[in-house]
């Protein structure tokens, strides 16, 4: 069984290869029909909110928090118990245009070090109780540079969002999203730019740490991506194939698999967000049930969310990815459950309303 965990930890696995492939068809199909929010679990939520022993409105974004949970989870009270962060890690053949500060093979290396328990996602896991799946896709096949072919076949594409959808397993209560992957910030620039609109010189920043001529050269290299795959811009799925990677295409899958499951989702860093952002040119809506949990310092991302309509929960200046983001932001979800479960009614504390 792949993913399985040892004693706590993530278990690597190389599957990419072996998971039977949806068709973009298929794909498409699953997301014409998906569910929308659970109204009446929203409902419930903001009726018993009113009646919290508080100035209403005075947990702010908690608030909003429990709201989007209940919407997304289809119950109420929401349920946190079983979060779930999944990494999924890619290699791209664009790593070889010289795009980013570190080496290719750090991403494995680094998978390696999430098994351990040695990486950073792996400490935030443990402060928030939540469980760690780690996904290694074929590492030592990265996707063709997409300044030369597209990065993944449709099949490949395909089979790497079916191995993404995997990870919403029942009884989870929460997916939090993310990745790990050398030379990724120039694949989603890539995706940014296609998606939204604008240049490399738009999207690109330092990523691991480029600047100056690298920089310059990153900037480049995705305008020629761009350059070559214009054409096909009005397919959103051939998009994700011909500039994005493995992990990326999972992670939009895990988001679709997410939707169809009820599981609400935490999105982490630019990367992550430009896979998921993908998939709003099939349905505008197809990020309702994702929050991003935070900015990162990747210049795009801010930008990113300007231009998808969203706002991240917290701004700590990071720029990590491996989900991160997305596992510290667990702790204020947690903290807004505790409060709108746990917290007294007006009428249980006897204090007077504001209208006496
Ligand atoms: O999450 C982010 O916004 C983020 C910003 C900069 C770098 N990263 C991480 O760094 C890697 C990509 O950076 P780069 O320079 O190799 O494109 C990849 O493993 C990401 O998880 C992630
Ligand atoms: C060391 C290192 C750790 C990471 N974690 C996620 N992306 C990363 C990129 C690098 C280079």
């Given amino acids: 069984m792949p993913n399985e965990p040892k004693d706590g930890q993530p278990a690597p696995n190389n599957p990419a290869n072996d998971q039977p492939a949806a068709s973009f068809a298929e794909i498409r199909a699953v997301i014409a029909q998906w569910a929308g929010p659970d109204l009446a679990a929203g ?20 608030e909003e928090i429990v709201q989007w949970l ?11 118990d079983r979060p779930r962060v999944a990494v999924f890690a890619g290699n791209h053949g664009v790593a070889a245009r010289g795009v980013s500060a570190f080496p290719a093979e750090v991403t494995k290396q ?18 928030v109780d939540a469980e760690l799946r780690v996904y290694e896709m074929a590492l030592d096949d990265p996707t063709e540079d997409f300044t030369r072919a597209p990065a993944l076949s449709e099949e490949e594409c395909a089979r790497a969002m079916s191995y993404g959808m995997m990870v919403v397993e029942p009884g989870i209560d929460l997916l939090c999203l993310g990745e790990m992957g050398i030379a990724n910030t120039t694949s989603g620039s890539a995706l940014a730019a296609a998606v939204v609109g604008g240049t490399g010189s738009d999207w690109a920043g330092p990523g691991t740490g480029v600047a100056g001529s690298a920089l310059a050269k990153k900037i480049a290299v995705i305008d020629e991506g761009l350059a070559l795959h214009r054409a096909h811009f009005k397919d959103p799925l051939e998009i994700l194939r011909r500039l994005g990677g493995r992990e990326l295409a999972a992670i939009a899958g895990a988001v679709i698999a997410a939707r169809l499951a009820r599981v609400p989702v935490l999105l982490d860093g630019f990367a992550c967000t430009a896979a998921a952002a993908v998939l709003r040119g099939i349905d505008p809506r197809a990020l309702d049930h994702c929050m991003v949990a935070h900015v990162s310092a990747e210049p795009g991302h801010k930008r990113l969310l300007e231009a998808i309509g969203k706002r991240a929960l917290v701004d700590l200046g990071m720029r990590l990815g491996e989900a991160s983001g997305a596992t510290l932001a667990i702790g204020i979800l947690k903290a807004a459950v505790a409060c709108h479960t746990g917290m007294a009614t007006f009428a249980e504390a006897g204090v007077s309303g504001k209208d006496g």
């Fill in 43 to 62: 409902t419930l939520a903001a009726a018993r909110e009113g009646q919290l022993t508080k100035p209403p409105g005075a947990l702010g974004r908690l």
């Fill in 70 to 80: 209940c919407e997304w989870q289809g119950r109420h009270p929401p349920r946190l």
């Fill in 110 to 127: 680094m998978v390696a070090n999430f098994v351990a328990g040695g990486a950073a996602v792996n400490q935030l896991c443990r402060a």
